[in-house]
């Protein structure tokens, strides 16, 4: 199939239209498009099945979002009318690898699904990251001479060699990279310091290891396997180092990438989540934590693959925290934007900003138990339905603060509120949920967005009957536009004690649990608040 496609593109800035043949590539589901020649001009993904049509395509070119021409060529030759045979990204989290034994499994897991041509995403090994990030802390205070003597670096490849060992692989492969660990160990020690740079080079090391060592490890049983840095297969990001976000011209460059290097020689290939290159700096970034799923969904995307897998300690996503309330149960299906919201607003069992190219792309995620696969888990899709669901899952988001903004001056007044905003704004802080009356904001300070829908109502009104009964005083609610989410801020004492209550009342018996009597302390304290999604 000839992939060269004829678009006519409309400026968003002129709106002059102007006919443009812009040769693309093409993977199984989605083609790209480069705007412009210019290197700040950005990709732009649209659904293959426009992609034969002479059409007027009318795009909004963001500021600040780039992308590289080399790359887009380069991927348009290897791409160019083929579709990617890989079909799934599976993911698995740090406590999915964190032994040799889970590796063990998490192979034979992946050998069962072997029709399925996987690519695989992998975290560090357990708590590794966390051990790095000591590792690195202590460090700055320690001294040279005493680097080696660093506890957490003695864990961290006493864990490696361990496993390397276990699983019966050359210590080389991972040797290097224990000595360059050390090295920088000591160059932290010599300069007393630990930016945010360093500090994501530092946790770099985490991915790179474990990605090696599963890669091996399959090659020794047969299967064979190729290990990729994301940061060297076109994860390009901000430079806000770790939090960076992933810029267009990853998906295009990770597509061909990958691709093509199936075509040429075909290996499972295991990518390093988390991990990217900042686009000024060309220094390692990291994606925030938990960041190997939003990896894992830039490939999906990237390749328009048929489903993105992430595999968890857990039975999927659950009603609620499992470690606040061990009652918690899966919850089988959830939209994008249910999942999204749940993971602004704390629920550590997805990162943030994962949803947005599954939902962009339009791939389904299922979230899975490495530990339990026969478990059905959670499939996260665009829609589902919502005929029966008053409630989905409680998150807890503790030390958020909320601030009282009270003003005789906003009466019959215009330009307040926006006064308030731009001083957030200004000083670079978030709001997370707002209400107001004629003289008074409130507001808590974190990022979210927020919604209403019809049976808003019947749920909130339900769970302050829940609270009132158990004595526990909301302080503020807040609904927004996002459909999705209603939070409740209650005092931080409290909050802990909620969770039992209101899933007893949403997800158990009719019988609600009594709170203990709390101590409602009034000191204008940070609160946290229960987001009811
Ligand atoms: N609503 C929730 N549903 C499922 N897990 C949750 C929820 N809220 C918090 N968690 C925690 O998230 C953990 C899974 O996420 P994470 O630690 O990132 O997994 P991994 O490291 O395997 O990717 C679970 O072990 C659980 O303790
Ligand atoms: N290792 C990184 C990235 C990650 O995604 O980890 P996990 O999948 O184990 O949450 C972290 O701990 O943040």
């Not at 979002?65 to 380069?74: H, L, W």
């Not at 361990?162 to 360059?180: A, F, H, Q, R």
């Not at 061990?326 to 939209?335: D, E, F, I, Y």
């Not at 994008?336 to 629920?347: K, Q, V």
């Amino acid at each position: 199939m000839a992939a060269s496609i004829q678009f006519a593109l409309q400026s968003p800035i002129t709106g002059n239209k102007r006919n443009s043949t812009t040769s693309i590539g093409v993977s199984s589901r989605f083609c790209y498009i480069k705007l412009g020649t210019e290197p700040s001009m950005r990709w732009v993904c649209v659904k293959r099945k426009c992609s034969y049509d002479r059409r007027i395509l009318t795009v909004s070119c963001q500021k600040g979002v780039t992308s590289s021409s080399k790359e887009g060529e380069a991927w348009k030759q290897s791409l160019d009318g083929e579709a990617t045979p890989l079909s799934v990204v599976m993911k698995f989290g740090g406590s999915s690898v964190a032994s040799a034994e889970r590796i063990k499994e998490v192979a034979d897991l992946i050998i069962s699904f072997s029709e399925e041509r996987p690519v695989i995403v992998l975290s560090a090994m357990g708590k590794t990251t966390n051990k790095l990030l000591l590792a690195g802390e202590q460090a700055v205070c320690c001294g040279v001479s005493n680097v080696s003597e660093i506890s957490e670096l003695g864990l961290i490849k006493e864990l490696h060699l361990k496993t390397v060992l276990e699983l019966g692989l050359d210590k080389s492969i991972i040797s290097v990279l224990l000595d360059e660990l050390e090295q920088l160990l000591k160059g932290i020690a010599m300069m007393k310091e630990l930016t945010l740079r360093t500090r994501d080079y530092l946790v770099s090391f985490g991915e790179c290891m474990s990605t090696r060592i599963f890669a091996a490890y399959l090659n020794k049983i047969g299967v064979k396997a190729r290990q990729y840095d994301a940061f060297d297969i076109g994860f390009i990001t901000t430079d806000d180092f770790t939090n960076a976000d992933i810029l267009e011209a990853t998906y295009p460059a990770v597509a061909k990438k990958l691709h093509g290097d199936w075509i040429k020689d075909s290996a499972i290939p295991i990518v390093t989540g988390f991990l990217g290159k900042g686009w000024k700096t060309c220094a390692v970034t990291t994606l925030g934590r938990g960041g190997s799923d939003l990896t894992a969904t830039t490939i999906g995307k990237a390749l328009g693959l048929r489903e993105i897998q992430v595999w968890k300690d857990v039975d999927g996503v659950l009603t609620c925290d499992p470690n606040i309330y061990p009652k918690a149960r899966p919850v089988p299906h959830l939209t994008f934007e249910e999942a999204a919201e749940l993971a602004y607003f704390g629920a550590q069992v997805l990162h943030p900003q994962s949803m947005r190219p599954a939902r962009e792309g339009d791939i389904p995620v299922r979230v899975k138990n490495s530990y339990n696969p026969q478990a059905p888990g959670t499939v996260i899709t665009k829609e589902r339905d919502m005929s029966k669901a008053v409630l989905t899952s409680i998150v807890l988001k503790s030390n958020i603060t909320m601030l009282d903004i009270v003003s005789t001056r906003m009466l019959g007044q215009y330009g307040f509120l926006a006064k308030v905003f731009s001083i957030f704004e200004d000083l670079g802080i978030s709001v997370d949920c707002v209400a107001t009356s004629e003289v008074s904001i409130s507001v808590t300070l974190d990022p979210s967005k927020l919604w209403s829908r019809e049976l808003i109502q019947q749920a909130s009104t339900e769970a302050f009957n829940v609270l009132r009964k158990n004595g526990v005083n909301v302080q503020m609610i807040s609904q927004g536009a996002s459909k999705v989410n209603i939070s409740l801020i209650v005092q931080d004492s409290e909050a802990k004690q909620c969770v039992p209550a209101l899933h007893a009342a949403f997800f158990e018996s009719d019988s609600l649990p009594e709170l203990e009597e709390a101590g409602f302390s009034d000191n204008g304290a940070p609160v946290p608040s229960i987001s009811l999604l």
